[in-house]
């Protein structure tokens, strides 16, 4: 049973936007602390962001002032909207869910291409 759907990954300009989304089925969305992770090639798996079920936010440092993550509840949906984009951002990106930092759910991934 699929819990996690990403979607919104895609090939952009550098400098440029996209906008990630997660849709959760409704139990998730209402028990677990959501996030983002994502991995290069090559590279290990790093946190990106993550958003509590009271709506605190957390950023790795490489992002914050460029990305924002949000929730809307009516949806059951987890947002990444990110902004000035670079080529180093060029990855797989996985949403999460998770209780007690620990990650339960994963999604399937979006690759995310920043190139010009």
């Known amino acids: 049973q699929v819990q996690l759907v990403e979607s919104g990954g895609g090939l952009v300009q550098p400098g440029g936007s996209l906008r990630l989304s997660c849709a959760a089925s409704?139990?998730?969305?209402?028990?677990?602390?959501m996030g983002w992770y994502r991995q290069a090639p090559g590279k290990q798996r790093e946190l990106v962001a993550t958003?509590?079920?009271?709506?605190?936010?957390n950023y790795v440092d490489s992002v914050k002032g460029r990305f924002t993550i949000s929730r809307d509840s009516a949806k059951n949906t987890v947002y990444l909207q990110m902004n000035s984009l670079k080529p180093e951002d060029t990855a797989v990106y996985y949403c999460?869910?998770?209780?007690?930092?620990?990650?339960?759910?994963w999604g399937q991934g979006t690759q995310v291409t920043v190139s010009s």
């Open positions: 999460n869910a998770a209780r007690w930092g620990i990650v339960e759910y």
């Open positions: 409704g139990s998730i969305f209402r028990n677990y602390d």
């Open positions: 958003i509590t079920r009271g709506g605190s936010t």
